[in-house]
């Protein structure tokens, strides 16, 4: 394997019930800003539980971070925080609240334009307002790790940081929390997860047998629990294994080491942007298609990813990998996730203004070979039509 | 699963040359005293290395941690530190050096004697002089957790401490500074990685996919990889997997939310405190019996093992958890750790005074069930002989 470094401060406190701890967890004084997204915080009840577990502290709320969250949303939420002398963030909700509030933290306290931190992504953030996140949508392991993707409406673009400092000081994950959920995002958060372990573990072999096998348990467990927990909304044992596989799945840990793609996602941002399919639906619909395309390069890990996650034990090597992709796909379609661009109303005349978007933001050497540029993504863009 | 917390930011620095990273890791103005145990450190050219990496910083040495540290050895580091206005510390070793480490950071900012603060478990720590550590012997997982045991020698006893305040700043994990170990410690080290998952897995089912997948993860990297680094000393792949899998196996994570054992450690802890055996030896002296006399009780989980990690598909549950058993002590001897008490010039006079300690010592209900009694310990330690 290669040499790395691994660090991820982040406290978990994971559990049915587990939100009155915010009131050990967030210092005595705090002057809280709780952030979050619609209105289903609110009508279920969790906003009231984290205002009450907060007890005499100074708390205020921000509404409506949407999904994809947006720069010129924030911008409100940074001037709260100034106007009200905010020390202290609470994300309630899912990736989209939690990117958020992440920006919000070290927006806040950078001397500069907020544009300027995202334009450097983040790597001269030497500070951020400290903050914690309470779980209700399990999806982007958002809630345990250092990244945030924020989308610059004007310029229709995703724009990713990444900081220590924005590491959540806590993280509350009640599985009861996503039982109200919709399938809809039950289905996109399954994927998610899954996606963000096939970037790390879809590429060469390097002999990286502890991250292979972790990352491989969780493919495993969301393969398990992912239609299960689609069809029985309030089990809280399967929503408890597939809440802690979507955090395990992107907080670093399976990622040490190893190779990394992540080319699904850069083609998948600029779906989002152009043509506003949900994140993991851009996923579904990529993944496959770059999969095939780059089959024979990853044929090893497509392999074993079709022996050790899928149990195909027959065929030769091309075979497996092969069959390794069908049942991606068939998984992705099994819990409500379309994996077509044609599903998505959307023909080839999409691809230009995808392939022009992805030139604009210098996305022309993806994977992990550097070896996917603008011909390899129209490619895949037309296997997925 | 159960509810749980889970917290470890200790900074991990893998691979070859690492150790260089010191000179930004420790902070510059820091007065460092550097630990180790014997003359393997300085011979090798470790405790150079790590001198240079530090510069011009004050750069302190105490020698001579032994296995098993010792809590009278350690005052004297204790009194180096205070002597010399210390506030670094710089760990050197295996788990015993580190262990000895933790208990000299506590100990030295602790308002109290320091066995007022072992007496309490670290429950009432509230600092510790910073540390980092550089790893020479992947065994004991303390390098990435919160634990240290220490051996009190007047009263033959190990005692254990456990705060958040004795997590390792950092720890750099250089496979290459394993090379020259003797084969008897890489076979401890792999049997301890190995019984440090075990006791945290091998209990009750409660239906945790992602600690039970990582758990297997580990133990299957030991089985695959712990014959070969007995083989091939200098194989770094082989010593990177090994050593991250230590890691993994005692870093909190496979843990959480999870029943645990811990009765074949208690037992083994008398082991060496009464008879001087390689805290390994005792574990795989005791492991094997102790799954036999709970096999009934264990058997779910024992055959998942079966299956799962031994590759065993034939036979009932029963016969599954009888093989699994077979094969892992089979295991522990083919990395050459014996693992009956005879094999160690013991005899059946050696149960009394066994049992005896672990009764002063209040260790009369253990296991997950908190039913393994002196009786029940007592026929571990027979079939054992």
């Known amino acids: 394997m290669n040499n790395f470094e691994f ?47 907060l007890g005499d502290r100074h708390v205020s709320f921000f509404g409506g971070v949407e999904a994809n969250p947006k720069y010129e949303t924030l911008l409100n939420a940074i001037a709260q925080v100034k106007d009200e002398n905010i020390d202290f963030l609470i994300a309630v909700g899912g990736g989209s609240v939690i990117d ?23 790597s001269d953030l030497k500070e951020a307002i400290p903050f914690g996140a309470v779980l209700t949508l399990s999806a982007t392991g958002s809630e345990m790790n250092k990244i945030s993707v924020i989308t610059y409406a004007a310029a229709k673009a995703k724009m990713a940081f990444f900081s220590e400092t924005v590491f959540p000081q806590f993280s509350i994950l009640d599985p009861v929390k996503t039982f109200t959920l919709p399938p809809r995002q039950i289905g996109n958060g399954i994927v998610d997860a899954f996606i963000h372990v ?69 083609i998948g941002h600029e779906l989002t942007a152009l043509y506003g399919l949900d994140h993991a639906q851009t996923l579904a619909v990529v993944l496959p298609s770059l999969l095939e395309e780059k089959q024979q390069q990853k044929q090893s890990k497509l392999a074993q990813f079709a022996e050790r996650v899928w149990g195909v034990q027959q065929g030769s090597e091309a075979e497996k990998a092969a069959q390794a992709i069908s049942l991606t796909r068939e998984f992705f379609e099994s819990v409500g996730v379309k994996t077509r661009l044609s599903d998505y109303q959307l023909d080839e005349t999409c691809i230009d203004p995808l392939i022009k978007h992805l030139s604009d933001h210098g996305m022309t050497r993806l994977g992990e070979h550097r070896d996917i540029d603008l011909d390899a993504c129209r490619r895949i863009l037309q296997r997925s039509l």
Chains 1, 2 share one sequence.
């Open 7 to 53: 660090f991820n401060p982040t406290r978990i406190v994971f559990g049915e019930g587990e939100i009155s701890r915010l009131s050990s967890l967030v210092p005595e004084k705090a002057r809280v800003l709780v952030l979050f997204g619609g209105e289903s915080a609110r009508k279920f009840g969790t906003l009231d539980e984290v205002k009450a577990a």
């Open 198 to 266: 096939t970037e790390q573990y879809l590429t060469y072999p390097v002999n990286a047998k502890i991250q292979d096998r972790f990352a491989e348990g969780i493919l495993q467990t969301l393969v398990e629990e992912g239609p299960k927990t689609v069809e029985q909304p309030d089990n809280y044992e399967v929503r408890s294994n597939l809440m802690w596989a979507a955090s395990q799945a992107l907080n670093g840990l399976i990622g040490v080491g190893v190779p990394h793609d992540w080319a699904t996602h850069m």
């Open 100 to 122: 958020g509030t992440k920006f919000v933290a070290a927006a806040s306290r950078y001397p500069s334009e907020p544009m300027q931190m995202l334009k450097k992504a983040g």
